[in-house]
């Protein structure tokens, strides 16, 4: 006879084959959730973590969250993260511009007044320890099919040779045919010169008495008052300037470049500040000659600055007129006259010679300076350096002078086809510059085509690698989720822990004087591999913790008292309790970084001799090779083990 079930015994059935027919389906998401505790599990180990490295999430305060664009560390242990409007548009119009300032050893954080949009400037060390930042956006790009209103360039002259001419922003400027134009920007435009006077008794039949001028010119982004296909307008045309009169209407007029509806990119500035890191503020220089969005600073071996590329102040990229600031004036030069796509990587070489191994990042077509060779700024000439493969894939590409700088190779790293190209490759190559004809030699392969890599080289002449995406800014969620070191000696790759966070586009990375890496940013077009969801800025920030100092991290070599600066010898000695222990030594630059455009760093080998109780470290007078500025010592054991950093001025 059957027997009927009770209810409580119906309800313990049916839960039972609930959680097994959910067990079923939900397979796959709970065998998910178990690698990631087993994952999480593993790394957490201290074998893992000896063999391995770690990272850690920095705990930052929400009000000092931001949009890391660049990343700079200063003589004073604090790492500077500029935003400036942080490729937030709306920030843009509203004028609000961010730089935070982090102390990695109390993490603590700092707003600082930020003057001007710094957003995809340029920077470099200067011999005091100041930081120069120059150039940033004066305007946000206009996408095709968002252009309503015509714009261009105006040429405005001046032909008063007495004094210059200041037009604000809003001045318009009147076509023959009643057509305006408003200038988006302030201008001045320089005073007329005037001709050299021709001693009367040299003067034939047809050359006039009175000396002539030499109209002044300026150029300024011109939008028209009108929208439509009607203020379209080509090349040459003259125009009034609205609301002068008598001479002064006549001595200033407008010509115009070609005013389209064609699509506008982003702007630059003319910009220039001194960051101060005692007082921790911005103090105003003389503005570049020329405007840059996207250009690239480099420190030279007397202390200046070659500023270089960019897009100026109607979005066009500049043809290659370069200039050279000088720390003790406080002013801009022109230099030496040479074409780079955007961000170009030039490293200072031995010799005072500039190497570009092609590494670029974003603007300038595909078949313009994307060749790697060795620029002479004293003679503006260019030896070009073959043998790179891959060649069409060097845009977003990572690059270093690989330690120590006395061996004179560089390195570059992964990169992608121009622009919103797909293409990325995994190739790396070193070229040694000591050679008489230097030629690229294939390196490692990276485990994936990788774009934006980061790239840091550590005390103990190994070269951390992390980040990336194998598309361009991420898209189709393809950040990489690796991080590895490059041995220069054995010229091969070695595991290291995987990061937590993804980071493609805007993202940094940086040496820190204890010895670990810094991690920032990132800005990628999506947020799904659906590529439907708009991306949002990475704000969190990861450290790295390399796997010898969870060896050796409680019994790291230890540098006590000692200068701030070289003696006559350029000698420097340090009181350490085992001197035994101390191998090697190396000067290493601060990190000034941003588009995966690191040209300031550098590990310089020094001469090292020890007695009981301290170590003397000792180097090398070659400016080109240590360029002055503020520097990390570091000392090593035998394990590569580091100290942590004692900060040294090299005049």
């Known amino acids: 006879m059957a027997h009927r079930l009770s209810q409580k015994t119906k309800k313990t059935v049916l839960g039972i084959g609930g959680m097994v027919l959910l067990a079923g389906l939900n397979a796959p998401a709970a065998l998910d959730f178990a690698e990631e505790q087993y994952y999480a599990y593993k790394i957490a180990q201290p074998e893992y973590r000896a063999k391995y490295g770690s990272w850690s999430r920095v705990d930052i305060p929400e009000r000092y969250r931001t949009n890391a664009i660049h990343a700079a560390l200063l003589h004073t242990g604090k790492v500077l993260i500029v935003a400036g409007s942080g490729n937030e548009q709306k920030k843009f119009n509203a004028g609000s511009f961010d730089t935070v300032l982090w102390d990695p050893k109390n993490n603590t954080f700092k707003k600082i007044p930020t003057p001007a949009d710094f957003f995809c400037s340029g920077h470099a060390q200067l011999p005091d320890g100041r930081l120069l930042v120059a150039g940033g956006t004066a305007r946000y790009e206009l996408l095709d099919g968002e252009v309503k209103r015509a714009g261009g360039g105006m040429r405005v002259k001046n032909e008063n040779p007495v004094k210059a001419v200041h037009l604000k922003k809003g001045t318009r400027f009147r076509s023959p045919g009643g057509l305006e134009y408003v200038s988006q920007f302030d201008v001045t435009v320089p005073k007329a010169q005037r001709a050299a006077k021709v001693p009367r008794g040299a003067r034939g039949a047809l050359q006039p008495r009175q000396p002539q001028a030499t109209a002044g010119e300026a150029r300024v982004f011109v939008e028209a008052a009108e929208k439509g296909e009607r203020s379209v307008a080509d090349a040459g045309s003259q125009y009034a300037v609205v609301g002068l009169k008598g001479r002064d209407a006549k001595n200033t007029y407008g010509l115009s470049e070609r005013i389209t509806l064609d699509k506008e990119d982003f702007q630059g500035i003319r910009a220039a500040y001194e960051f101060d890191p005692l007082a921790e503020r911005y103090v105003p220089v ?311 455009t690191d040209v300031e760093q550098r590990s310089i080998e020094l001469g ?20 002055p500025g503020w520097y990390m010592l570091f000392v090593t054991d035998t394990e590569g083990t580091p100290s942590e950093a004692k900060w040294i001025q090299v005049k």
């Open 286 to 596: 003389e503005p570049m000659r020329k405007a840059r969005w996207y250009p690239t600073l480099v420190a030279l071996e007397d202390g200046r600055v070659l500023a270089a590329s960019g897009l100026d102040e109607l979005g066009v990229i500049d043809p290659g007129d370069n200039e050279i600031y000088d720390p003790r004036t406080k002013k801009w030069s022109f230099g030496p006259k040479r074409y780079f796509p955007t961000y170009p990587a030039l490293f200072l070489t031995k010799g005072g010679k500039l190497f570009y191994p092609a590494s670029n990042a974003g603007y300038g077509p595909a078949d313009q300076g994307r060749e790697p060779g060795l620029w002479d700024l004293r003679t503006n000439t260019f030896q070009k350096v073959p043998g790179l493969r891959d060649p069409q894939q060097t845009e977003t590409s990572s690059s270093l002078l690989l330690p120590p700088a006395q061996d004179q190779k560089v390195m570059i790293l992964g990169g992608g086809g121009v622009g919103e190209s797909k293409k990325a490759t995994p190739r790396t190559a070193v070229v040694d510059l000591k050679k008489d004809n230097p030629v690229f030699q294939d390196g490692p392969e990276l485990p994936q085509g990788t774009r934006y890599l980061n790239s840091v080289i550590m005390p103990d002449d190994t070269v951390f690698t992390t980040n990336g995406s194998a598309d361009y800014r991420g898209r189709s969620a393809s950040n990489i989720f690796k991080a590895q070191f490059y041995d220069p000696k054995g010229n091969a790759f070695h595991e290291a822990a995987a990061p937590t966070v993804g980071r493609n586009y805007h993202s940094e990375a940086l040496l820190l004087p204890d010895g670990r890496v810094a991690t920032f940013g990132s800005d990628p077009l999506f947020d799904d591999q659906q590529n439907t969801k708009l991306g949002h800025f990475e704000q969190r920030m990861e450290v790295f913790t390399p796997p010898v100092l969870h060896r050796n991290g409680k019994d790291r070599p230890v540098l006590d008292d000692g200068p701030k600066q070289l003696d006559r010898r350029r000698r420097a000695t340090f009181r350490t309790d085992h001197p035994e222990r101390v191998v090697k030594a190396r000067l290493m630059r601060p990190s000034a970084v941003t588009h995966t």
């Open 608 to 627: 090292l001799t020890r007695d009981a109780h301290s170590v003397t470290v000792d180097v090398p007078d070659d400016p080109t090779l240590v360029p």
